[in-house]
């Protein structure tokens, strides 16, 4: 069983999180320890208001909310009944049994798991400690619910962990709630790709029709360090009205990121042989750009082209969405970078041009069909259009047929004067 637990300022923003997956039909409520009605009969105001009630006691915390989610193995199809208990065991080792708490069961990924939704604020006002709960207590509680209920350890389900989600989809303006469909592909992004930039991310984040924005250089927003997210239509352009990294639930800021940069760039470096491996395989013969991208995402990779307005190549950026890693070609190494790939793309792009000419060459070099009118002789020697020529000789035709008549009518006479 893998556990993962994240805390934050908003208790309204985890339960909507999970509430929003249930009015999608994505997930249920299956329990409710600490509260008085049974979860069925539980309104949205019942859940948000039990929790709340507990952090107004102590309004100088601001960091009170606990959200935890408790992954186990693709095989492990457990039985609600032992779900439960399950979250009620981990709770209770977490130091968290005696808190109120929401549990609900999703089904929208390729493995079971659940969420769950607390605070830290005890009815007394005193504050349960949030530090060191994911190395210590958390790691404790996890390790003796897989003996319990002999789950499959974290440790042997860790390598799993990267392929059991469902592939994300497009956002499409208009046809689903935009701050969800933001959230969801962002959070999702950002927790399992390793990029070191905000360019990086947006070479993810753009297949799903998304950017993450600082702004112009001179503008307040770049100045404060602010960051929003665009929905943008398949031409690349921005619709709609921007959300704020802010609002989102798990706050993916510019701060926030520039932490992940940090981490990534450690958690990338082993992986960046594997793919140069990759790209030398696609690159053992010269090809073309558009033949190097379609080797390239047979092995799993998307290679993007960075252009200027007048198509020159400037930048190139790998991402590999099986190590889900981004890469800039200059960080695998000198002859990765763009600079160094055109000219092996141009070679291909003359021999190609070379090869055409050549063809040119030999048609026009060939002889002439005379039994068929092609596109190559439809024009005479004066330059004249295959409909001139067609009049021509029609008035060709015409004048002998002239001369014909012209010469009855004379043998005609003759046979009169005879």
């Known amino acids: ?20 997956k249930v009015r999608q039909g994505k997930a249920e409520l299956i329990s409710a320890q600490g509260y008085l009605k049974d979860p069925v009969n539980l309104t949205f105001n019942d859940k948000l208001q039990r929790l709340t009630d507990l952090t107004n006691r ?15 193995a693709v095989s492990e199809n457990l039985e609600q009944g032992v779900l439960q208990q399950i ?36 009815p007394d006002g005193k504050r349960i400690s949030f530090h060191l709960l994911a190395n210590r207590a958390s790691e404790s509680s996890r390790k003796q619910v897989e003996l319990n209920y002999n789950l499959v350890k974290a440790e042997e389900q860790g390598k799993q962990q990267n ?22 592909v962002v959070n999702e992004v ?15 984040l753009n297949q799903y029709n998304i950017t993450a924005d600082r702004g112009s ?55 960046n042989e594997q ?10 013969t010269p090809i073309s750009k558009m033949t190097f991208q379609k080797k390239l995402k047979e092995d799993g990779i998307q290679v993007i082209f960075r252009q200027n307005e007048e198509g020159r190549l ?10 889900k890693s981004v890469f800039n070609g200059s960080d695998l190494g000198k002859n990765y970078s763009a600079a160094t790939l055109i000219n092996w793309f141009k070679k291909d792009e003359v021999n190609h041009n070379q090869t055409v000419s050549k063809k040119e060459n030999n048609i026009a070099q060939a002889p002439k069909n005379t039994d068929n009118i092609s596109a190559s002789n439809t024009a005479g020697s004066n330059g004249d259009s295959l409909l001139n020529i067609l009049f021509k000789e029609e008035q060709q035709d015409m004048a002998a047929i002239g001369r014909l008549q012209q010469n009855k009518r004379k043998k005609k006479r003759k046979g009169h004067s005879l």
């Open 314 to 323: 400037y930048g190139i950026t790998f991402v590999d969405h099986g190590s």
């Open 58 to 72: 102590n309004e100088r915390t601001l960091v009170n909310t606990l959200h935890v989610s408790l992954n186990f």
């Open 87 to 122: 979250a009620d065991d981990y709770m209770d080792g977490l130091g968290f049994g005696k808190q109120p708490y929401l549990v609900y069961q999703h089904h929208d990924a390729g493995h079971p798991h659940l969420h769950i939704v607390t605070t830290n604020i005890e």
């Open 275 to 284: 793919l140069k491996s990759k790209v030398d395989k696609a690159l053992a």
């Open 190 to 204: 950002v927790k399992a790709y390793k990029f070191t930039s905000i360019p990086e991310l947006n070479a993810v």
């Open 1 to 20: 069983m893998v556990a993962k637990i994240k805390t934050g300022r908003s208790i309204s923003g985890a339960i909507n999180y999970n509430e929003h």
């Open 163 to 184: 392929v059991i989600s469902r592939p994300l989809e497009q956002v499409n303006y208009g046809k689903s709630e935009l701050k969800r469909s933001i959230t969801n």
């Open 217 to 271: 250089k001179d503008s307040r927003m770049y100045e404060k360090n602010g960051l929003v997210y665009w929905i943008l239509d398949e031409k690349g352009n921005k619709l709609g009205v921007p959300i704020k990294a802010s609002s989102i639930y798990g706050k993916p800021t510019l701060k926030a990121l520039e932490d992940r940069f940090r981490l990534n760039e450690v958690l990338r470096k082993p992986l």
